[in-house]
């Protein structure tokens, strides 16, 4: 408690930190695949290694959340804290990537958290998830690919932009709905991932996908699955056409009653690279076409798009962006989300040690149907700025907001700040790691 009252004095300290944190934003670990890869300079830089990696990550950090505000009601989190407080937390990572070429190759990521508020002398458990694959080469023409995972969630933590995720997964995956942000949930998922390729330029892939999330503590849960069949053909060294058809099932239950919204997509897209130099490539994502949505016997057809833009420039630097169209699901509703979603991200080195990195999103959608519908919107933002003191070790800075209004009440929405700052380490176990190039 000493600790923390003389931390609580230093106001410009706290200042200092929030400046710096507004810079940059790069997660040390994702819950659905790697940690992220150190820029060179900071933890002294990786490459891809010929040897299979296991990495350790741990986060210690000390933080303040704002008070939650709009019509959610008392502000605690989900084990009744009380925000507005500062709190400790740590965050350990493991991840296994294999490199090596294998007839049959197992990864494994895990991440697991835990905050300790000292106003009231709680500890409160934060994200718990574990995600394993493997990859299997079947012929010299056929893989197979094949993950699974669970998770259990406090709705208390921040969202990251859509769009932006790393090793998203495969099985569906809903938005999260803000007006439950003081619940938990426990969900597990699976995918399979057939591809045969038909000759050198040309290839079909089959995919099945499920996810199943359930409410802590109450008799509300949903499961989601997609099939989807597409045939992809390489057009030229940079560019890739392609077909799909998607079919997306969204099954809400609450008490005994289930109800179900079912999406139809017939998607054509076009993937391609734009060379700049030898080593650096500007991708750019283009898909569309129209979108059949079914529920409670009403049937509306839509059009959906989506593009997506990934380009490096100076020497580490990229500029990430993401845009799309269509209709999904939303925690908490039986009803499809049709939304507008945009995000964007741009991370690099300052100097050899500073990296700093940014990320904003926004979802401006409608819950329902042609008739009966209700609007819903949601803003993101982070920033997060990083200095390497060793080859293993960073210090960092960060500051994460949320906004949302989901009708037109003064008070329907949730408003929501925070600002955290500590120490990451990034510890190879095996693998080597050395000064890359390039991000």
């Not at 849960?221 to 998607?246: H, K, P, Q």
Request: aromatic content about 10%; proline content about 5%.
């Amino acid at each position: 408690m000493a600790a923390w009252r003389t931390f609580r004095c230093g106001r410009t300290w706290i200042g200092l930190c929030l400046v710096a944190a507004f810079v940059g934003n790069v997660p040390v670990a994702s819950a659905q695949g790697q940690p992220s890869s150190p820029a060179a300079g900071v933890y002294g830089g990786v490459t891809a290694s010929p040897r299979d990696q296991l990495v350790t990550t741990l986060s210690v950090y000390g933080a303040e959340d704002s008070q939650l505000s709009g019509s959610i009601g008392s502000a605690t989190d989900s084990q009744g804290v009380p925000l507005g407080e500062f709190y400790s937390g740590a965050d350990v990572g493991l991840f296994y990537t294999p490199t090596r070429r294998r007839a049959v190759a197992l990864d494994f990521s895990g991440v697991s958290g835990v905050r300790y508020y000292p106003a009231v002398s709680t500890a409160s458990a934060v994200t718990q998830s574990a995600t394993a694959g493997a990859g299997i080469t079947l012929t010299r023409r056929a893989s197979l690919l094949a993950r699974g995972g669970l998770s259990y969630s406090p709705y208390l933590d921040y969202a990251q932009p859509v769009g932006l995720k790393d090793n998203a997964p495969v099985a569906p995956e809903r938005i999260r709905d803000n007006r439950v942000a003081s619940r938990r949930t426990f969900s597990y998922d699976g995918s399979v991932n057939y591809t045969y390729a038909l000759n050198n330029r040309t290839s079909t892939t089959f995919i099945y996908g499920v996810r199943r999330t359930s409410f802590v503590d109450e008799p509300q849960s949903s499961l989601d699955s997609t099939v989807s069949a597409g045939i992809d053909r390489r057009t030229s060294r940079s560019s890739v056409a392609r077909i799909n058809y998607v079919f997306r099932d969204g099954s809400y239950t609450l008490g005994l009653a289930t109800q179900s919204t079912r999406v139809q997509d017939v998607e054509v897209g076009y993937d391609f690279d734009v060379s700049r130099s030898r080593s650096t490539r500007t991708s750019i994502s283009i898909s569309g076409g129209p979108s059949l949505v079914e529920y409670q016997r009403q049937q509306e057809v839509r059009a959906f798009w989506r593009v997506t833009l990934s380009h490096p420039f100076g020497r580490y630097w990229t500029l990430r962006a993401f845009y799309n169209r269509g209709t999904t699901f939303l925690d908490g509703t039986p009803r499809p989300f049709t939304s507008n979603s945009v995000s964007a991200g741009l991370g690099g080195l300052l100097t050899r040690r500073l990296d700093i990195s940014v990320t904003s999103g926004a979802i401006l959608g409608e819950i329902g149907l042609e008739g009966v519908t209700m609007p819903y919107d949601t803003y993101t933002g982070s920033g997060r700025i990083r200095y390497g003191l060793t080859r293993s070790m960073a210090l960092f800075g960060e500051y994460l907001a949320t906004y949302s209004r989901y009708n037109s009440g003064p008070t329907a929405g949730l408003n929501r700040g925070g600002l955290r700052f500590g120490l990451n380490l990034y510890v190879p176990v095996l693998g080597q790691s050395r000064p890359a190039a390039r991000q």
